[in-house]
């Protein structure tokens, strides 16, 4: 079983590396472009999946971290004469800080739907304030023209961010995954499967999901810097209350109990985004639809499935 | 700060107006939690379509006097029909399942009524005129307030009234409070629960499409309508406690207000108030000012 | 010194007195049973010396110092285990995981981010497992254990918590009479090496008996006898209350 995980890493890891080098030989920097989006869109779902999958908590406003990751990091470089590793730094960090402060409120509240809703509810003021307060984010005319560092501007080629958002990453993912197999990720695990029994061996709760709330704040924040580096540019739509869904729908698709889940899950939602909006406007219709079928008939999504099987062929083993 | 006696009853009866609108909205919604329990998070959907609904029925029958009447009798019921379907369809598949699924069905027919409202009506910005009945204005304590302000109030007041008619008196309003506290009980005594709980359903759409209705001749109406509204009704709802309707009313009235009156002091952000409202709510009673209908 | 101390506690719930002022002294050491029948209150009265409800009035000590109204994870802390009626464990975490979690919890460790597996945890884990003997079962999936395992496995996780009294609610509850003897002796020879103190409520009469240092009999929210095992037995009360017409177990 390990080896076969050693072998699917490497090679996974090779064609990676290996994908823009054969990308441009044939000259197609849409599909670059294509696995960066998914490459952010996986970072942000899988800090998500911190929340949702190993926290228990469904937050329907986690758009609001990405895009104060975003929002921060553009308007730092675009306003002030930040350096751009500060920038970078500073915007994971306030939306660390926005998730403290929403967090804070919509743990200590008891009860699921409480809890999306007031999630809900925060995200969307972000997003109201984004348009409103036209002196600071322009409101809905968005920023533009962002000012990359050269080497990994997307100007002529993906290549280089490409390894850029790559590294990056790669780098998040190798400390989410540390958390996630800590001791700190064990007892947040303890607290969605039993809040009540998690209580009655000494944990706080609210302490617990309050700290992992952050740390996916943090993290989904990234996802937004990486996303305004490809776009050289951030709008108000990256708010939105939808793509809070988008994020939830990924970890449903691939699968919440996996660590690597999200990430499929993602890689479809981006590649499916891509085909449908090519024929029709309204993906929205699409994804609603795909969802409402995933709820209805296959909540533990593909990845879940897979390993649900590989679980049971595990067990009957044992048992034999 | 000056008091302007005048500006501060303008204000005053404007939030009276909003505190009605966002009442129809989150009554609906807390009577669905209340006795289903669960969150209708497309309920701005039904809402959005209740106004294009008075949109397209106002101009069919543009001839025709009263056609704005028209609308608000078609509309809401259209609305709460086709809330019946939904229940029909897809919500009783997932009562029995987890929460987040539960949530998650209601959260995907935000997109999904969205892009069919889309499909039917575009993007452009729509208006529907005011009755010419209500048109004018009307002077009180020195203010001008247009009548149509009135006449939400109005609305609104009937409709409070009629609900705690129907949950208190009627033998209807008695089964849904009883299945609200214990549904097995009420099947048990050989009720059809799930058809009591489709009527429920059908209530609250209901009263989000006339809260469509009712605004729709004071906005513009475009596709962002469905989540405005509803980040207001959310914290109306966790204001006054969830399954709880008069919490929802006294939430309603106290947002409305809060809001009314947060405007003459932060111009364009006075829903921080609210805001700021609901994290005390939650810090020093956090199942809502008048406690949850339901625990 | 009585390690546990109830004073006049009591609890209303939407008006029905479920607890109504109970009094109990629980010596260090002692096997103390509460029983009762249905709806008696005994949950409830564990729910309050837990930390899981607020009481209405009363106090309850700890080794002499006041905890009435502290937080559960407080009371846990301070070394009062508790296990449900319903099996409380994490059926999605295998069953090795539920014991470590809790070790990592007890030991202060839960809020580590980023340290890797701490041997002295799994080490004390596996004895955790093997005195409530399901180390050959430490991989397995919690939630397919049978219902013994799974009431085995909940008071390993109520043990990793490192308690001085035990309160275990119905702790053979569903059990096969096997089982049930097979149980009692397991928490008696634990209570017993660990030096523990158990109080726990039942229904079964014969396990009571035979086990109880001391028995209290509740009916109504309150506490209609209190004694050693034979004062119980032949006390008139308890007779018509509990035992009515033919053996009830």
């Keep these: 079983m390990k080896a076969a995980k050693w072998i699917t890493g490497t090679a996974i890891a090779v064609a990676l590396i290996a994908f823009p080098l054969i990308m441009e030989r044939i000259s197609s920097q849409y599909y670059l472009y294509l696995v960066v989006k998914i490459m952010i869109w996986a970072l942000f779902a899988t800090s998500f999946n911190l929340v949702l999958g190993y926290g228990g908590m469904m937050s329907f406003g986690h758009a609001a971290f990405y895009g104060v990751g975003a929002y921060c990091c553009a308007l730092l470089l675009v306003r002030t004469s930040c350096p751009v590793w500060l920038a970078v730094l500073a915007a994971p960090c306030l939306a660390a800080m926005i998730g403290l402060m929403i967090g804070y409120f919509s743990v200590k509240i008891k009860g699921v739907f409480y809890f999306a809703t007031l999630t809900l509810a925060f995200s969307q003021l972000l997003y109201i304030l984004v348009f409103k307060w036209r002196n600071l984010t322009l409101g809905d005319d968005g920023i533009q023209g962002v000012p990359v560092p050269p080497f990994i501007s997307t100007l002529d080629s993906y290549v280089n961010y490409y390894y850029c958002a790559l590294i990056v990453t790669a780098v998040c993912y190798y400390v989410l995954l540390r958390i996630v197999r800590s001791p700190f990720g064990l007892v947040l695990a303890t607290l969605r499967e039993n809040p009540e029994r998690a209580t ?10 309050l700290i992992a709330f952050v740390i996916s704040a943090f993290f989904s924040g990234i996802a937004g810097v990486l996303l305004v580096f490809l776009e050289t540019s951030v709008a108000p739509d990256v708010l939105k209350w939808s793509n809070s869904g988008e994020v939830i729908l990924m970890g449903l698709l691939g699968g919440m109990q996996v660590f690597l889940g999200p990430t499929l899950g993602a890689a479809i939602m981006v590649l499916l ?17 795909t969802l409402v079928l995933i709820v209805l008939f296959f909540p533990q999504g593909v990845a879940g499935v897979i390993y649900e099987k590989l679980l049971q062929a595990r067990t009957k083993r044992k048992r034999a | 700060m000056e008091l302007d006696w005048s500006i501060l009853f303008a204000q005053f009866i404007s939030g009276l107006c909003r505190a009605m609108v966002l009442f129809l909205m989150a009554s609906g919604l807390t009577l669905v939690f209340g006795v289903m329990r669960v969150i209708n998070f497309a309920h701005g959907s ?4 209740g106004a294009y609904l008075a949109y397209s029925l106002t101009h069919v029958f543009a001839a025709t006097p009263g056609s704005f009447w028209i609308a608000l009798l078609v509309a809401p019921v259209a609305v709460g029909l086709l809330g019946g379907a939904v229940e029909y369809v897809l919500l009783r598949r997932i009562y029995s399942k987890e929460h987040l699924l539960q949530i998650l069905l209601t959260y995907a027919l935000i997109f999904i009524f969205g892009d069919l409202i889309k499909m039917l009506w575009g993007v452009e910005l729509r208006i529907v005129n005011l009755p010419p009945i209500l048109a004018g204005f009307v002077s009180l304590a020195g203010q001008d307030f247009p009548i149509y302000y009135l006449f939400i109030i109005g609305t609104g007041m009937t409709v409070a009234l009629g609900l705690w008619l129907l949950l208190k008196m009627t033998t209807l309003g008695k089964l849904i409070r009883a299945a609200a506290e214990h549904r097995s009980m009420v099947e048990m005594l050989g009720y059809n629960v799930s058809g009591l709980f489709t009527i429920v359903f059908m209530v609250a759409t209901w009263l989000g499409g006339l809260a469509g209705v009712v605004i729709a001749p004071t906005v513009r109406l475009s596709l ?16 006054g406690g969830l399954g709880n309707i008069w919490g929802a009313l006294l ?13 003459l002091v932060l111009e364009k952000y006075a829903m921080a108030f609210l805001f700021g409202l609901a994290a005390v709510v939650i810090i020093l009673r956090p199942s809502g000012l008048l406690g949850r209908g339901v625990s | 010194m009585a390690i546990l101390e109830v004073k006049r506690l009591s609890k209303s719930f939407r008006g029905v007195r479920a607890v109504a002022g109970i009094d109990l002294n629980v010596e260090d050491n002692e096997i103390y049973s509460v029983i009762g029948p249905n709806g008696a209150g005994k949950t409830t009265l564990f729910n309050l010396i837990s930390g899981y409800h607020h009481g209405d009035g009363g106090h309850v000590l700890f080794k002499g110092k006041e905890i009435t109204g502290l937080r559960p994870e407080k009371i846990v802390e301070i070394g009062i285990g508790r296990s449900f009626q319903v099996t409380s464990i994490f059926p999605g975490l295998t069953v090795f995981e539920n014991i470590r979690s ?14 890797t597996a701490s041997k002295k945890a799994t080490r004390e884990s596996e004895e955790i497992l093997s005195l409530v003997e399901l180390l050959n079962k430490k991989n397995e999936p919690a939630g397919i254990l049978s219902a013994g395992d799974r009431k085995k496995l909940e008071l390993g996780i109520v043990l990793a918590t490192r308690p001085t009294l035990l309160l275990l609610d119905e702790p053979t509850c569903g059990m096969s009479p096997v089982e049930t003897s097979g149980t009692i002796q397991l928490i008696r020879k634990i209570a017993r090496e660990m030096s523990l103190t158990v109080l726990f409520t039942e229904h079964k009469m014969d396990m009571v008996f035979n086990v109880s240092s001391h028995i209290s009999v509740m009916n109504f929210g309150v506490i209609i006898a209190s004694g050693k095992p034979e004062e119980i037995r032949n006390n008139k009360q308890v007779q018509e209350v509990y035992f009515g017409g033919p053996h009830a177990s």
């Design chain 2, 251 to 263: 939430a309603a009235l106290i947002t409305g207000e809060l809001y009314a009156l947060g405007i």
């Design chain 1, 273 to 289: 985004n891509s085909f449908v909006t090519s024929y029709t406007e309204y993906w929205g219709l699409f994804l609603g639809t």
């Design chain 1, 200 to 209: 009655f061996i000494g944990v706080n709760v609210q302490k617990y999901r």
């Design chain 2, 224 to 239: 962002s309508m469905d989540m405005e509204i509803i980040i207001e009704c959310f914290l109306v709802v966790i204001i």
């Design chain 3, 102 to 115: 809790t070790i990592l919890v007890t030991s202060g460790k839960g809020l580590s981010l980023f340290s």
């Design chain 2, 46 to 49: 039904f809402y959005m379509l």
